[in-house]
């Protein structure tokens, strides 16, 4: 099964609103990164959380971890319509291998 | 370079033939990944070097699949006899150190139609 899954796997809502995003692991971890990935470009790293830390803001992103959940979520708040794209979080282990989920889709609507 | 340079952003081949892709890492970053992404899904790791060494090929096929990383030359991901089910985009990344708290940047990557 895949580490890092990330739910729901498409998600529309209206600009302004606020959107979250949530990703479950199956292994311990040593952090959590979250990536964002516009249309036809490559990945762009947003924010990273340690497996120590539990909360990490970086302008309109927030980010949690619950590592006895094995979860962690992203919120954007206050969306723009630049905001339109796919974010995937991904997992590196006690093996350092990183490990992408399979994205959420994220549409924001005018 | 600034960015990690991938190049063709476009390659179609016919099934059977041989495709050969580039990616120039970042200036100063030694260590290089290779990813798949088949229809705008998960990112399937390929191969990773540090420098010119392969450091981890444990996603690599064993058969047609082949990377390198040469001094002063772009690294480069070939396939031999292409098939139909290797069609996708396949995404370079270089890091300033390996496996550690840094991310990794992604060039734009190269989409592969095998026809």
């Known amino acids: 099964s895949q580490q890092g899954e990330e739910d729901p796997q498409a998600l529309s809502i209206q600009e302004g609103e606020n959107a979250t995003m949530n990703c479950s692991y199956k292994?311990?971890?040593?952090?959590l990164q979250w990536y964002r990935q516009n249309s036809g470009r490559g990945l762009v790293h947003l924010i990273l959380?340690?497996?120590?830390?539990r909360e990490k803001h970086s302008g309109r992103l927030r980010v949690t971890l619950d590592t006895s959940k094995k979860s962690s979520s992203l919120l954007i708040t206050a969306s723009r319509a630049a905001d339109t794209a796919s974010y995937f979080c991904?997992?590196?282990?006690?093996?350092?291998?990183?490990?992408f989920g399979k994205g959420t889709r994220l549409h924001i609507l005018p | 370079g600034e960015e990690v340079a991938q190049t063709p952003k476009h390659l179609v081949r016919g099934e059977g033939q041989k495709a050969k892709l580039y990616c120039a890492p970042i200036?100063?970053?030694?260590?290089v990944f290779w990813y798949q992404q088949v229809l705008k899904n998960e990112f399937k790791f390929l191969i990773s070097?540090?420098?010119?060494?392969?450091?981890?090929e444990t996603g690599m096929p064993k058969e047609r699949f082949s990377a390198k990383c040469l001094p002063n030359s772009p690294c480069s991901l070939e396939i031999q006899a292409t098939k139909l089910e290797d069609s996708a985009v396949y995404f370079c990344?270089?890091?300033?150190?390996?496996?550690?708290?840094?991310?990794?940047?992604f060039g734009d990557g190269t989409r592969l139609s095998i026809l």
């Open positions: 292994t311990s971890i040593n952090n």
């Open positions: 200036k100063g970053h030694s260590y």
């Open positions: 959380i340690r497996s120590n830390e």
């Open positions: 070097f540090q420098n010119e060494n392969v450091f981890d």
């Open positions: 991904a997992t590196r282990n006690r093996d350092d291998k990183i490990i």
């Open positions: 990344a270089s890091s300033r150190v390996g496996y550690s708290n840094q991310p990794q940047h």
